[in-house]
C-alpha cells in the first residue's frame, strides 16, 4: 500500500440535520452576526421586507408583553423586540456556547413540534424560516396555537416556492408552497399576508443577491 492510499484523506461521515445546522451558523453566520453593524443591517431587513414596525404596532408588543421565537437560531427577532422573551431551537444550548444573546432573552433547547411551554402562555409567537426545517410543520403550527393566549397572534414567515422541490438539504426536509403554507395556517385569522423578496439574512447583511424565491411574512391571530 502507498503513502498516498495511507494518508489520503479519509470520506466524512454524513452529518445528521442538528450537526449540519449548527455547522453552517457556526462557520458562516455567528461570528459576522455578533458585529454591531450586521445586527443593525438585519433590524433594516426586518423593517423593509417583514413589516417589523407594522407587526409591533399590530400586536401591540411591550415590556408586558411574553414572546416566543420556534426555531429561534443565533439572529432571532428577540434582538429586536420588547417584552419577556423567549426563543427555542433544537440547538439553543449549543448556540449558547458560541454567542452571547441580549440580557433578558432565555434560550433554551426545543423543538416546534414539542414546544416545551404551558398551554396560553405566549401573547406573540415568532416563527421565522423555520417551519420547513421541522419535521412536522403541521404539529408545530397545532402547538403554537396551544401555547398562544387567546387572541395572541402567530408571526410565520417562510422561502415559498413555486412548486414542491422536496427535501432541498439536510437542513430543510421541504420545500413550502404558497397552498401548503396557507393550508398549515387555516385555522387562524389572517391579518395581514406580505410577500417580499427572498435575500436571506446573511445575503443582506454581506450585500449578496437574493434568489428567484419570495418570502411569505403572514400574521396570524388566535381564534378564540
Known amino acids: 500500500m502507498g503513502l498516498f492510499s495511507i494518508f489520503k484523506k479519509q470520506p466524512r461521515e454524513p452529518l445528521d440535520k442538528e450537526d449540519w445546522e449548527f455547522e453552517w451558523q ?3 453566520w455567528c461570528e459576522t452576526f455578533s458585529e454591531p453593524e450586521a445586527q443593525r443591517k438585519v433590524l433594516e431587513y426586518w423593517q423593509k421586507y417583514r413589516h417589523l414596525d407594522e407587526i409591533l404596532e399590530a400586536t401591540n408588543l411591550s415590556e408586558e408583553s411574553v414572546v416566543l421565537d420556534v426555531g429561534c437560531g443565533i439572529s432571532t427577532v428577540l434582538h ?3 417584552g ?5 431551537d433544537p440547538l439553543g444550548e449549543r448556540y449558547t456556547e458560541i454567542y452571547a444573546y441580549p440580557e433578558g432573552v432565555t434560550i433554551q433547547r426545543g423543538y416546534g413540534e414539542d414546544v416545551p411551554f404551558d398551554d396560553a402562555k405566549f401573547d406573540v409567537v415568532f ?3 423555520c417551519i420547513d426545517h421541522t419535521t412536522s410543520p403541521e404539529q408545530t403550527v397545532a402547538e403554537v396555537t396551544r401555547v398562544l393566549k387567546p387572541n395572541g397572534h402567530f408571526v410565520l414567515t417562510c422561502e415559498v416556492f413555486d412548486k414542491d422541490h422536496g427535501q432541498r438539504n439536510e437542513g430543510h426536509p421541504y420545500s413550502m408552497t404558497k397552498d401548503r403554507l396557507l393550508g398549515l395556517v387555516e385555522g387562524f385569522q389572517m391579518l395581514e399576508h406580505w410577500v417580499s ?3 436571506g439574512l446573511r445575503n443582506f447583511v454581506l450585500g ?3 434568489t428567484k424565491q419570495h418570502e ?3 400574521l396570524l391571530k388566535k381564534v378564540v
Open 26 to 28: 457556526r462557520d458562516n
Open 80 to 82: 429586536y423586540v420588547p
Open 84 to 88: 419577556e422573551r423567549f426563543g427555542i
Open 127 to 129: 416563527s421565522s424560516n
Open 197 to 199: 423578496p427572498w435575500i
Open 208 to 210: 449578496n443577491p437574493g
Open 216 to 218: 411569505h411574512i403572514m
